[in-house]
């Protein structure tokens, strides 16, 4: 009866390795207690999240487009009409955003235009002494 080894266990995959990090940054982060190469880190690994996510969408949205029929007549293609909902969401938070950041000016102005100008605090007077302190 041969035996056989027992099996090594696996090395864990990049993509959980990364997870982990990346959830270890985030508690670091929650409590104030990152540093800023950890948040460096923490930025490129969210990017690489982002990228990844977009680079799926698209590849759905290219699935999920018709493919033209060689020796059919091509249709012309519609008039677009409305910007991708993608777009108009970030249009909408970005106009948020806008809006926000006036509202808090026109905050700041209301109060500096209710408290009337401001007087600039005296400079404190110089003694009449020349640096000779005996006469």
């Given at each position: 009866?041969?035996?056989t080894p027992p099996?090594?266990?696996?090395?864990?995959?990049?993509?959980?390795?990364?997870?982990?990090?990346?959830?270890?940054?985030?508690?670091?982060?929650?409590?104030?207690?990152?540093?800023?190469?950890?948040?460096?880190?923490?930025?490129?690994?969210?990017?690489?999240?982002?990228?990844?996510?977009?680079?799926?969408?698209?590849?759905?949205?290219?699935?999920?487009?018709?493919?033209?029929?060689?020796?059919?007549?091509?249709?012309?293609?519609?008039?677009?009409?409305?910007?991708?909902?993608?777009?108009?969401?970030?249009?909408?938070?970005?106009?948020?955003?806008?809006?926000?950041?006036?509202?808090?000016?026109?905050?700041?102005?209301?109060?500096?235009?209710?408290?009337?100008?401001?007087?600039?605090?005296?400079?404190?007077?110089?003694?009449?002494?020349?640096?000779?302190?005996?006469?």
């Amino acid at each position: 009866m041969a035996m056989t080894p027992p099996e090594a266990p696996s090395p864990p995959s990049v993509d959980a390795q990364k997870r982990a990090r990346f959830s270890h940054l985030q508690g670091r982060l929650r409590n104030r207690q990152i540093t800023m190469e950890e948040a460096t880190e923490l930025f490129n690994v969210m990017q690489e999240m982002l990228r990844a996510s977009e680079s799926a969408r698209l590849a759905v949205a290219a699935q999920s487009r018709p493919t033209p029929v060689p020796g059919a007549p091509a249709k012309a293609a519609p008039a677009r009409v409305a910007a991708p909902a993608a777009a108009s969401d970030d249009l909408f938070l970005v106009g948020l955003l806008a809006m926000g950041a006036g509202a808090g000016l026109l905050a700041a102005m209301t109060k500096r235009i209710s408290e009337g100008p401001r007087t600039a605090p005296e400079a404190p007077r110089r003694s009449g002494t020349t640096g000779s302190a005996s006469k």
